[in-house]
């Protein structure tokens, strides 16, 4: 069974940014002693990961690896936690597109949060914390919402005068969340989907 079938609740899946196939370049090892390494985004939680591979294993950024827990994994060997900035530049570049390919495919879980989104303060809205979104998109969100929920981002760009590309904002949010780690409220990054 490949990691691709595994379907376990539990298992934490991550996709491949970078693939360097002789090892990190900081690892003072001998080359003949590093394994294949890279980074991955976690599918659900945006999580950063430094990942070592198995060795008979050649992958191509975009690949789907599990990385937690350790007894579901058969590609990654080795794996750990990372913030942006330690990220290789080609993991840096090819972020971007991969978050935005994660909210393509999962279109309805961000459509929902369009949906769902709710106050965090009495002052704050989650809405407000996307990009480009102020008082008065997010009450044209909140008005059109009322009357029925979203079900595609066009429809939230026909819907929602201003609204021209949901799910472009949410990509410049997930991308701002992981890279700044003081930002007061995380909404995508760190936050397992249950």
Do not use: W
Request: charged content about 35%; some cysteine.
């Amino acid at each position: 069974m490949s990691e691709a079938d595994s379907d376990e609740t539990d298992v934490r899946r991550a996709v491949v940014l970078d693939y360097l196939a002789h090892g990190l370049s900081d690892d003072g090892r001998p080359q003949y002693e590093k394994s294949p390494a890279g980074y991955a985004l976690g599918i659900e939680d945006f999580q950063l990961y430094q990942v070592a591979f198995d060795e008979d294993e050649r992958l191509t950024i975009g690949s789907d690896v599990v990385v937690e827990p350790p007894a579901e994994r058969s590609i990654v060997t080795k794996c750990q936690r990372v913030e942006y900035d330690d990220l290789s530049s080609g993991a840096q570049s090819e972020l971007e597109y991969v978050v935005q390919d994660l909210v393509e495919e999962n279109e309805q879980r961000f459509v929902d949060f369009y949906n769902d989104a709710q106050p965090i303060t009495l002052r704050l809205h989650q809405l407000n914390l996307l990009p480009g979104i102020g008082k008065k998109l997010r009450n044209g969100i909140l008005d059109e919402r009322k009357r029925k929920p979203f079900e595609s981002f066009d429809e939230l760009s026909e819907r929602v005068s201003g609204l021209h590309d949901p799910d472009s904002v949410l990509v410049e949010r997930i991308l701002e969340e992981l890279q700044d780690d003081d930002l007061k409220y995380q909404t995508f990054v760190g936050q397992q989907d249950q």
